[in-house]
């Protein structure tokens, strides 16, 4: 286990470009497993996350090259087996996008309970039902154990909710299923637009992606493909806060303006100096204020991914912000250490945090609870004065790469031990 040592109260400064989007890169990397042709991705996130779920490939059959690097080259000849490395699997949640490519290649598919953020809290309900409406059929066993003796069958899917990933179960399954199936109450975050894309180069006919219902043409037999992901605006939207935080001035390459909107209307709301120029977002110093009520929603609201970043941004903020995580609630528990730091929280019930400001932090040991909320904690760290430790450090790393060098190259005193 890891720990970041942060010495508080430096303003940074600086260019960071982001990578691939993670919410993409990993039902993509399983998309791969549809066919036996070579795919080609590149702008990958070099995170955690994504060996994990390149390591899972390794184990199914696959073969994978640049496993480390911004390209992968994914190619599986043949599925060798229908359960993948259940160790793998406990330390990823994305993993439960493994159950449609090998219910279309094997038959059947026995995946352990996924793991990640939150396993106890999230359920894969969603995802079951659109797997059932498929053809797919529980079986006696550990874990979730589906199969299909007659294959995936065309469907008219309703989603009890607009799911992220359980939209990209649907699509995976539905794709390699022969006739036309239509997902209803379907999510419209942009990593699910590009997995349809992706869908779409491999051979399937969709349509509707980014609205609620998506109409997906499956074929017998998929072939390669290419895509390269788009810039992550979850993680650009944190090097923002970073920048806020520590009044500095950050520019963010590799960011989409269409994806970024989300993101400057509510730092706008707290009066943070942001511009989007071409793919450069960019933050300015500035007084902040506290936004009145931030409401997380479903795309294009702002993502619950995001919460617990301004909810760190509204403690250095004139006045007082209720945040509003209708989703998630370990995020904003995770957060009440910052009351430790010296932060003027409320937390009303698990959903909702009144904060006020601006108060002066100071710094303490940290645990990160989840990716998010982690990162969160780090941009605490670095506005507050002395020394916090943030760990353990790799929670954070499953979804921000070279986090330690890229602080430091914006001028952040920082170490991991």
Same mark, same amino acid.
């Given at each position: 286990?890891?720990?970041?040592?942060?010495?508080?109260?430096?303003?940074?400064?600086?260019?960071?470009?982001?990578?691939?989007?993670?919410?993409?890169?990993?039902?993509?990397?399983?998309?791969?497993?549809?066919?036996?042709? /070579?795919c080609t991705l590149t702008n990958v996130p070099r995170i955690a996350d994504v060996e994990v779920?390149?390591?899972?490939?390794?184990?199914?059959? =696959?073969?994978v090259e640049g496993i480390g690097s911004t390209t992968l080259r994914i190619q599986c000849r043949?599925?060798?087996?229908?359960?993948?490395?259940?160790?793998?699997?406990?330390?990823?949640?994305?993993?439960?996008?493994?159950?449609?490519?090998?219910?279309?290649?094997?038959?059947?598919?026995?995946?352990? /309970?996924?793991?990640?953020?939150?396993?106890?809290?999230?359920?894969?309900?969603?995802?079951?039902?659109?797997?059932?409406?498929?053809?797919?059929?529980?079986?006696?066993?550990?874990?979730?154990?589906?199969?299909?003796?007659?294959?995936?069958?065309?469907?008219?899917?309703?989603?009890?909710?607009?799911?992220?990933?359980?939209?990209?179960?649907?699509?995976?399954? =539905?794709?390699?299923?022969?006739?036309?199936?239509?997902?209803?109450?379907?999510?419209?975050?942009?990593?699910?637009?590009?997995?349809?894309?992706?869908?779409?180069?491999?051979?399937?006919?969709?349509?509707? #992606?980014?609205?609620?219902?998506?109409?997906?043409?499956? *074929?017998?037999? +998929?072939?390669?493909?290419?895509?390269?992901?788009?810039?992550?605006y979850i993680e650009a939207g944190s090097w923002a806060v970073v920048g806020a935080i520590t009044?500095?001035?950050?520019?963010?390459?590799?960011?989409?303006?269409?994806?970024?909107?989300?993101?400057?209307?509510?730092?706008?709301?707290?009066?943070?100096?942001? #511009? @989007?120029?071409?793919? *450069?977002?960019?933050?300015?110093?500035?007084?902040?204020?506290?936004?009145?009520?931030?409401?997380?929603?479903?795309?294009?609201?702002? /993502?619950?991914?995001?919460?617990?970043?301004?909810?760190?941004?509204?403690?250095?903020?004139?006045? =007082?912000?209720?945040?509003?995580?209708?989703?998630? #609630? +370990?995020?904003?528990?995770?957060?009440? @250490?910052?009351?430790?730091?010296?932060?003027?929280?409320?937390?009303?019930?698990?959903?909702?945090?009144?904060?006020?400001?601006?108060?002066?932090?100071?710094?303490?040991?940290?645990?990160?609870?989840?990716?998010?909320?982690?990162?969160?904690?780090?941009?605490?760290?670095?506005?507050?004065?002395?020394?916090?430790?943030?760990?353990?450090?790799?929670?954070?790393?499953?979804?921000?790469?070279?986090?330690?060098?890229?602080? @430091?190259?914006?001028?952040?005193?920082?170490?991991?031990?």
């Amino acid at each position: 286990m890891s720990t970041l040592v942060i010495h508080g109260g430096r303003q940074l400064n600086g260019r960071v470009n982001v990578e691939g989007n993670k919410n993409a890169a990993l039902p993509l990397m399983a998309a791969c497993l549809l066919t036996d042709e /070579p795919c080609t991705l590149t702008n990958v996130p070099r995170i955690a996350d994504v060996e994990v779920m390149a390591r899972l490939l390794l184990d199914l059959g =696959a073969n994978v090259e640049g496993i480390g690097s911004t390209t992968l080259r994914i190619q599986c000849r043949e599925v060798t087996k229908a359960e993948p490395d259940s160790t793998l699997v406990g330390r990823l949640r994305g993993s439960v996008l493994l159950l449609g490519p090998l219910l279309a290649r094997r038959g059947a598919a026995h995946v352990a /309970p996924p793991g990640g953020d939150f396993p106890a809290r999230r359920t894969i309900r969603t995802h079951i039902d659109a797997l059932t409406a498929m053809g797919a059929r529980a079986i006696e066993g550990p874990g979730h154990r589906f199969e299909v003796p007659n294959g995936l069958k065309a469907a008219s899917i309703y989603l009890d909710e607009a799911s992220v990933t359980g939209t990209e179960t649907a699509l995976l399954a =539905a794709a390699a299923a022969p006739g036309v199936s239509e997902i209803r109450h379907a999510a419209c975050e942009p990593h699910v637009v590009e997995l349809c894309e992706f869908l779409r180069s491999m051979g399937a006919g969709i349509s509707g #992606e980014g609205s609620h219902t998506i109409r997906v043409e499956g *074929v017998a037999r +998929l072939r390669g493909a290419s895509k390269r992901l788009e810039g992550d605006y979850i993680e650009a939207g944190s090097w923002a806060v970073v920048g806020a935080i520590t009044g500095g001035e950050v520019e963010i390459g590799g960011t989409r303006p269409v994806d970024m909107e989300v993101v400057a209307s509510v730092l706008r709301k707290m009066q943070v100096d942001c #511009e @989007q120029q071409d793919d *450069v977002f960019r933050v300015r110093p500035g007084k902040l204020v506290g936004a009145g009520r931030i409401t997380t929603g479903l795309w294009p609201g702002f /993502p619950s991914d995001l919460v617990s970043l301004v909810t760190v941004l509204a403690t250095q903020a004139d006045g =007082a912000t209720l945040v509003h995580d209708w989703l998630y #609630e +370990l995020r904003l528990f995770a957060l009440e @250490q910052m009351s430790g730091m010296g932060a003027d929280l409320f937390l009303c019930d698990p959903h909702r945090i009144i904060v006020t400001g601006p108060r002066r932090l100071r710094g303490k040991p940290l645990d990160s609870r989840d990716i998010r909320s982690g990162m969160a904690l780090i941009a605490a760290a670095l506005a507050a004065d002395g020394e916090s430790r943030v760990e353990p450090l790799e929670t954070v790393e499953r979804g921000y790469s070279r986090l330690v060098e890229r602080l @430091q190259e914006l001028g952040a005193r920082v170490s991991k031990i």
